[in-house]
């Protein structure tokens, strides 16, 4: 422990300063968690209250609906405008028939469960189901306990009211004693006399308004009051009508105020835009600080046990800890040669370290940086001229110096410089730097996806790639052509540079760009040759039929290829020689004899390596390839070449799998006998094969199908299974022997690879 107390130390009052946020962490927990709550119920409360403030205009609205249906029913116009006679006092059919209509009118809407309709001409009330044809005896069972009849009488029924409402008052509906709001309408509509024809009476009872505010006054035990524009209570539940006057009066209450407290209820006040009513709902404090309250306990509770777990868990990191830092001050001591110097403070001499590491690191980057256009470069002159033997050398190398090519379809041509043939002064060297310089800037600028680099002082190489064959034919070559004719131009109108552009065929694979580029070559040529100064293609090229087209460079390729056993590769090479003769040229006899003994001659050259001087079939190979005749069809050499090809391809992938399987066996046997030392790396065991770590790792993935890291922790694991068998070592000795540094590590691993742990592997094979 004393060579770790400093660190140790560090470590543990980092974390015992940490576990006090918790705490700090805990209160504004409990802080926030009040206001959020507080928050959220008057949120929740408004909301409800809201609701139940539109159901409620909802339904006065649709009792003022009910009115105007009443003014256009026809068999009610009919008995307003009657003038009864003697002999005819009344319409009793008209009447009874009025009756029948309206008791529907009460079925969709509660609001509409007493209403009655008093007429003028026959001083008779029709209600739903009933006729009083004498006021007073309607008055006997439904009249309010402040107002006398005659009050009533001429207040209610023979006074011209528009859509008029009477405050709450007591009410005796039927010899029960309840409180109502009344709403008033005189029909026709358009009633501007004292009195009217008639009058529709719509009697509401309080209960109906507050049972709509019941999710105020239940859910939080708590009160409404309801006022209309004069302040004369409209509905009210859960509190009297003396303390919602104290609150009205109370110069502290803030009537304007959407939520506020007041006493120990929060107030909540609303007013309606539709008939100027005010509503307000009040609920208790205790009830908003329940959830609060529970809050707190959960709070703290978890707040103290996290205190109490978190310094027992931080004493055990800390040593955790603390034991790798000085390791790794250890192991860069004993890099740095600063082995038995004492450091005045361990994370100094880490930090100067690292600092160091990083330095040298970012110094190493901007190098790479650097060199980057370079490598792109590099690549594209390799790709250029064919040096690369396999599409996935290509790829590699691509991916290595960040060049890809956007799509393995497209065209290579060649951008001339015209007017400086054969001068090389230095004056002339540098006009054709800055005209080169001018070209990649307008081709750049162009938006096409187009890689570049120079040959000679005049030229420039480009490169379009697309993703696939069929975008490359039908609309490639418009875009090429569409590019190249805009930057020529505008070089041209700008600077005066006047240029020549030709492209080579389609290449429909990686490996074919050097091909397309002999053809961009054999195209400026002829476009030289005729003196064209825009855009040549190699398809309009006469082809020179004196002689046969077998170059060095295809030559050198397609042996390249065999050797890497890429028949696919050779396949597509051998195709393009055949229709490089055959489609764009017309050989003469003499000609195929020459080109069908030189293809032959390289398949011979191919035998005599090294590589083919053990096969058992090479005499009867080379015979077969000699007695190809010119004779036979062009496409009958071709096959039999390609069927001579497949054999070479797949000799040497088997060779290459033995030789893929020696490796991994050397590897396998490598681990074998090194797998006990826990500084075993990936490294050690491509340093003892002799093979980059990234190569052995994937070629022992392809041969085995595991990764090298699995399949020494495999290794490992079958010998502490072995020695847990014996059962006459300690876990901690075992974990040692099998290469690991901790039992804690061994014990994971152990876990991981078998699902149970040692010891109770260890226990199984005892009960066993």
């Not at 104290?246 to 929060?266: H, I, N, R």
């Not at 100094?348 to 190098?367: C, P, Q, V, W, Y």
């Not at 000679?456 to 070559?477: E, N, R």
């Amino acid at each position: 422990m004393t060579r770790y107390s400093r660190v140790f130390r560090s470590f543990l009052i980092s974390y015992i300063i940490i576990l006090i946020i918790p705490s700090l962490a805990g209160y504004m927990s409990y802080r926030t968690a009040i206001t959020v709550t507080q928050s959220l119920s008057i949120e929740n409360s408004v909301t409800q209250l809201q609701k139940s403030k539109e159901i409620l205009e909802r339904r006065m609205s649709e009792v003022e609906g009910f009115t105007r249906q009443l003014a256009i029913n026809q068999d009610l116009n009919v008995l307003m405008n009657e003038n009864p006679t003697a002999e005819n006092q009344a319409n009793v059919f008209g009447i009874w028939k009025m009756m029948k209509d309206v008791l529907s009118f009460g079925q969709t809407n509660d609001f509409l469960q007493h209403f009655f309709v008093y007429l003028h001409n026959y001083n008779v009330i029709l209600t739903p189901g009933s006729a009083y044809f004498r006021p007073e005896h309607y008055y006997d069972s439904y009249h309010y306990a402040d107002m006398p009849f005659e009050n009533w009488k001429s207040e209610v029924l023979e006074k011209t009211h528009r859509s008029e409402i009477l405050p709450l008052r007591p009410f005796m509906n039927n010899k029960t004693d309840t409180s109502v709001i009344t709403y008033m309408q005189s029909l026709p509509l358009d009633s501007f006399n004292d009195s009217s024809p008639a009058v529709v009476v719509v009697i509401i009872d309080q209960k109906l308004i507050t049972s709509l505010l019941s999710g105020v006054t239940e859910r939080y035990n708590g009160w409404v009051h309801i006022t209309d524009t004069s302040g004369q209570t409209i509905g009210i539940g859960g509190i009297e009508e003396e303390e919602a006057a104290e609150l009205a009066a109370d110069a502290e209450f803030e009537e304007d105020k959407q939520s506020q407290f007041y006493k120990d209820d929060l107030v909540i006040t609303i007013k309606s835009s539709v008939n100027g009513w005010t509503y307000q709902a009040g609920i208790p404090r205790e009830v908003l600080m329940e959830n609060a309250n529970k809050i707190k306990y959960i709070t703290w509770s978890v707040t103290g046990a996290a205190l109490l777990i978190g310094l027992i868990v931080g004493f055990l990191l800390s040593y955790r800890n603390s034991a790798p830092i000085n390791r790794i001050i250890g192991v860069m001591k004993e890099q740095f040669g600063q082995e038995g110097q004492a450091a005045p403070n361990e994370y100094d001499f880490l930090h100067g370290n690292i600092a160091k590491m990083i330095k040298n690191n970012t110094r190493l980057e901007s190098e790479l940086h650097r060199q980057a256009p370079l490598i792109r470069d590099a690549f594209l002159k390799r790709l250029l001229v064919g040096e690369f033997q396999t599409r996935e050398e290509i790829i590699a190398a691509a991916v290595q110096s960040n060049a890809g090519l956007n799509g393995n379809t497209g065209y290579v041509g060649i951008l001339q410089v015209n007017g400086y043939s054969l001068m090389e002064s230095v004056e002339i060297l540098n006009e054709l730097n800055a005209a080169r310089l001018i070209l990649k800037q307008a081709l750049n600028d162009s938006q096409s996806a187009i890689r570049m680099t120079d040959i000679g002082s005049d030229k420039i190489v480009f490169l379009f790639a697309f993703p696939d064959k069929a975008t490359a034919i039908q609309m490639g070559k418009d875009e090429i052509a569409k590019t190249l004719l805009h930057v020529s131009r505008q070089v041209f109108m700008e600077y005066r540079i006047s240029v020549t552009a030709v492209l080579g065929d389609l290449f429909e694979s990686v490996t074919e760009v050097s091909q397309s580029f002999e053809q961009a070559k054999q195209t400026l040529e002829y476009a030289s040759h005729l003196n064209k100064k825009e855009i040549c293609w190699f398809e309009e090229m006469r082809q020179d039929s004196a002689t046969y087209y077998y170059p060095l460079e295809m030559e050198t390729r397609l042996i390249s290829t065999i050797r890497a056993g890429e028949l696919e590769e050779t396949k597509r090479h051998l195709q393009a020689i055949f229709a490089q003769n055959t489609e764009q040229r017309e050989l003469s006899f003499e000609m195929k004899i020459q080109l069908i003994g030189e293809m032959k001659g390289t398949l011979l050259k191919l035998l005599d390596q090294k590589t083919f001087s053990e096969w058992e079939r090479l005499e009867a190979l080379k015979t077969r390839i000699i007695d190809i005749q010119v004779t036979e069809s062009y496409e009958s050499i071709h096959h039999e070449m390609i069927a001579i090809s497949e054999m070479l391809c797949e000799l040497i992938q088997s060779k290459k799998n033995d030789s893929h399987v020696r490796m991994v066996e050397q590897i396998k046997a490598y681990i074998g006998t090194a797998y006990q030392d826990s500084a075993l790396t990936l490294y050690r065991v491509a340093e003892q094969v002799e093979r980059p770590e990234k190569y052995i790792s994937q070629l022992f993935k392809e041969v085995t199908g595991m990764n090298l890291s699995d399949y020494l922790e495999k290794i490992r694991m079958d010998h502490a299974a072995r020695l847990l068998r014996e059962n006459d070592r300690t876990i901690d000795d075992i974990a040692a022997q099998s290469g690991y540094n901790s039992s804690h590590s061994f014990r994971r691993a152990f876990k991981r690879v078998t699902g149970v742990s040692p010891s109770v592997f260890r226990q199984s094979i005892e009960d066993e």
